[in-house]
Nanobody, 114 residues
């Protein structure tokens, strides 16, 4: 499975961005896809995740501001972000899971200026 992420960029605080991550190759019919982020000097953390059945899970820090969605036909996960804060600045990575297999995308930078 190969993952191609896009949509990062520079945005002012209070703005929004939409990240996309498309999976290609030998994908599975049941899977989960999600977004993680890693800020400088910090560990990689979960942002949001969704499975092919539509169940979602969010980090407390983004609940009510970010929405994760999945297009099963396109094997593409989206992260719509709203009311971005400077502390959301990080490299955002997408992840594809079909236990026991895990695949990571290359990351896309999100920078939120104050």
């Amino acid at each position: 499975v190969q993952l191609q992420a896009s949509g990062g960029g520079l945005v002012q605080a209070g703005g929004s961005l939409r990240l996309s991550c498309a999976a290609s190759g030998s994908t599975f019919s049941t899977y989960a896809m999600g977004w993680y982020r890693q800020a400088p000097g910090k560990q990689r953390e979960l942002v949001a995740i969704i499975n092919s059945g539509g169940s979602t899970n969010y980090a407390d820090s983004v609940k009510g501001r970010f929405t994760v969605s999945l297009d099963n036909a396109k094997n593409t996960v989206y992260l719509q972000t709203y009311r971005l804060k400077p502390e959301d600045t990080a490299v955002y990575y997408c992840k594809y899971i079909h236990s026991p297999y895990v695949y990571w995308g290359q990351g896309t930078q999100v920078t939120v200026s104050s």
